[in-house]
């Protein structure tokens, strides 16, 4: 009896691995409105639906497995996983086709459209790799964007890449502060001495740095800069196309803000306070 309920159990546990395994990911075209001036964009979703916000896969470490890409945009695109061999692919308009996820060592990598309307329309997403298994997990896409840049790509004007890019929107997990902080994957809430891993992926168009208040955290791991892993840091540089896992102990009670150091990216077209910044809330 014993044996038959631990069979079921493990049994159970195994559908809901399948279930939360997200094993597709949708290229999808809509109205993003997460951000004053609504825009078309272009997202990796978990499902067929339109949402503004990129999917996230997560995957256990040093184990390939699989994945289903379904267009269902009307336009070719050609997406990286940004691991190193930097392999390309092309998709069809309309196509499903199923990719290799290699092997790879815990880590936060991202994926992406590589075309320049996928690109600046901004399909681009984080593998976690081997992440929430020890301690709980936070998220941080970080996207910059100019809206007019969008909008002439998305009418099939070529970027001019040499002129000076001037984003007017700078985003965590697609959405701008104040709502920055009603995502529960962009606020950190934790209890008093717990212990979390914050996983962070430069998906913009520049360089970015965040300074934490009240907290110096640990580098656990970076695509850019490997020989960082250990330093304790209050402000950490996350390079364009950068991912990577930083550590945080909750050591002391109260309300911290998180921000982008560089000014402009802490207003939303230009007023302040809007863009990068989210918060630390740590409870008794
Ligand atoms: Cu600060």
Redesign the pocket.
Known sequence: MRLCKSLIAIFLALISNCISAQDTLWIVRGEWTHIPDSVQAIRFNSSADWSGINATLSRASDESTSLVVVNTDSLSHTWKLHVDEEEEWAIEAFDTLTFEIPALPIGTYLFGLTDEIGRVLGASGQLQVGLGVEFPLFHWNLGDWSVQRMASANMGVPVAWEEPYVPEQFTINERTYPATVDDPEALVAMNLGDTCWISIANHGFMDHVF?F?GFHVIMVSSTHHPERVGWSKDTVPIRMGEGLVVQLVANQMGMY?V?N?NLIAVTNAGFYPGGMITQIHVMP
């Open positions: 300074h208040h803000p921000h150091h």
